[in-house]
Nanobody
Framework: AVRLVESGGGEVQSGGSLRLSCRIS????????VGWFRQAPEKKREGVAS?????????SDSDSVKDRFTISADNAKKTVYLQMNSLKVEDTAMYYC??????????????????WGQGIQVTVSS
C-alpha cells in the first residue's frame, strides 16, 4: 500500500528555516503529483505547494509562501521536499504531504489527493 512519511519538522525561531521531506513508499506508478498542505489550530487545512513528476509547481498565494517556500522532488528517491525560509509565527501548523496518481498535474485542491501522510508539526516561535 502507498505510504507517505514526513520528516524534518520541529521548532524554530522566527526567521529560521526548515526543510520538510515526504518519502513515498510502495509507489505503484512513476507519474504522480505531490502536495504539501498545512493546518493551523482552529483553521481549515490549506494548500501550500504542489509538484508533479514533470517538475511543474504551484504555490499558495497566501502569506507570501511562494517567496519563502520552495518545493522540489527527487523522483529517483520518490521524495518531495519543502524548503521553508524566513519562517513566521503564522507558519506554525501541522504539515501534511499527499500524493495522487490519477490527477498528475500540480494542484492545491486537496480533494484531488488520495493518499495522505500522518502529518508533521512545525512550530515557529517569536
Amino acid at each position: 500500500a502507498v505510504r507517505l512519511v514526513e520528516s524534518g519538522g520541529g521548532e524554530v525561531q522566527s526567521g529560521g528555516s526548515l526543510r520538510l521531506s515526504c518519502r513515498i513508499s510502495e509507489s505503484p506508478y512513476n507519474k504522480y503529483v505531490v502536495g504539501w498542505f498545512r493546518q493551523a489550530p482552529e483553521k481549515k487545512r490549506e494548500g501550500v505547494a504542489s509538484i508533479d513528476t514533470h517538475g511543474d509547481t504551484v504555490y499558495s498565494d497566501s502569506d507570501s509562501v511562494k517567496d519563502r517556500f520552495t518545493i522540489s522532488a527527487d523522483n529517483a528517491k520518490k521524495t518531495v521536499y519543502l524548503q521553508m525560509n524566513s519562517l513566521k509565527v503564522e507558519d506554525t501548523a501541522m504539515y501534511y504531504c499527499a500524493v495522487d496518481y490519477i490527477w498528475v498535474v500540480a494542484d492545491l485542491k486537496e480533494d484531488l489527493y488520495e493518499y495522505w501522510g500522518q502529518g508533521i508539526q512545525v512550530t515557529v516561535s517569536s
